[in-house]
C-alpha cells in the first residue's frame, strides 16, 4: 500500500523558469493539500484540493503560483518564473475524507526540495 | 485565527536524559486536533501522535509520552532515555473544524552520544 508520492524529489530551476511539482495522494485518497517549508521554517498551508476542485488556496501567493488536482492523475503545483525566495521544501498530503471531520489524517509524502538558483 | 507556539527553537541533551519539547496552541474553535511530527535529518515527516480537544488523557508510547492540558492550552511531548536517532526536528500542529494544519516552527532536538 504506496504512501503519497512526490516527484520529482530535488528540483533545481534557473531564475525565471518553471517548476512543476507532482503529487499522488494514496490509494483511496480524494484530498490533498499543499505545505511550503522554507528554511528553518514549520510548514505553512498552501492549497487545498479535491479532484477536479480547488476548496481553499488562502495560503498560496497571489501570482505565480496554482494548483489543480485532475480527475486523472496526479495532482500538480505549478510554480512560473520562479525566483530565489521560492525555495524551499513543498510538502504535499492526502487525506481520505475531511469537512467537518477534522480527524481526518493527513498522510505526508517525502517532500520536494526546489532550488532556485 | 489559529496558532501554535514551540518556544524552544533548538535543544541538546545528552543520551540517556529525558527531554520535554513544549507546546502551545491557540484555537477558538471547541473541537480540534493536535499532532506530533518529526522531521529527521532525511527531510521526510513522520506522524507521532494525533489527539483529540475531548481526550485529555495522557498517551504513552515506548519511550514517548504526551501530557495535554486544556486549561493551559498546552500539548507538551516527552522523551525518555533519548537516543541519538531522536535527533531531529519536532513539530507540533493544530486543525479545528474546517481548517488545514497550522505548525509551530518546530523544535531542533539533538542527542549527543
Known amino acids: 500500500n504506496a504512501g503519497v508520492m512526490q516527484n520529482p524529489r530535488h528540483l533545481v530551476r534557473r531564475r525565471g523558469q518553471e517548476a512543476r511539482l507532482r503529487c499522488s495522494p494514496m490509494?483511496?485518497?480524494?484530498?490533498v493539500y499543499w505545505y511550503r517549508q522554507l528554511p528553518e521554517e514549520g510548514l505553512k498551508f498552501m492549497v487545498y484540493?479535491?479532484?477536479?476542485?480547488?476548496?481553499?488556496e488562502s495560503g498560496m501567493p497571489k501570482e505565480r503560483f496554482s494548483a489543480e488536482f485532475p480527475k486523472e492523475g496526479p495532482s500538480i503545483l505549478r510554480i512560473q518564473q520562479v525566483v530565489r525566495g521560492d525555495s524551499a521544501a513543498y510538502f504535499c498530503?492526502?487525506?481520505?475524507?475531511?469537512?467537518?471531520?477534522?480527524?481526518?489524517?493527513?498522510?505526508f509524502g517525502p517532500g520536494t526540495r526546489l532550488t532556485v538558483t | 485565527a489559529q496558532k501554535v507556539t514551540q518556544a524552544q527553537t533548538e535543544i541538546s541533551v545528552v543520551e540517556k536524559e529525558d527531554v520535554t519539547l513544549d507546546c502551545v496552541y491557540e484555537?477558538?474553535?471547541?473541537?480540534?486536533?493536535l499532532f506530533w511530527y518529526k522531521q529527521p535529518p532525511s527531510g521526510e515527516l513522520v506522524f507521532l501522535i494525533r489527539?483529540?480537544?475531548?481526550?485529555?488523557q495522557n498517551e504513552i508510547s515506548g519511550r514517548y509520552s504526551w501530557n495535554f492540558q486544556k486549561s493551559t492550552s498546552s500539548f507538551n511531548f516527552t522523551i525518555t532515555a533519548s537516543q541519538v536517532v531522536d535527533s531531529a526536528v519536532y513539530f507540533c500542529?493544530?486543525?479545528?473544524?474546517?481548517?488545514?494544519?497550522?505548525f509551530g516552527k518546530g523544535t531542533r532536538l539533538s542527542v549527543i552520544a
Open positions: 500542529a493544530l486543525r479545528g473544524g474546517n481548517t488545514p494544519l497550522v
Open positions: 498530503a492526502s487525506s481520505r475524507n475531511t469537512g467537518t471531520a477534522s480527524s481526518d489524517e493527513q498522510y
Open positions: 490509494k483511496g485518497h480524494s484530498h
Open positions: 484555537t477558538r474553535d471547541t473541537t480540534y486536533y
Open positions: 484540493l479535491q479532484k477536479e476542485n480547488i476548496i481553499d
Open positions: 489527539r483529540n480537544s475531548f481526550d485529555e
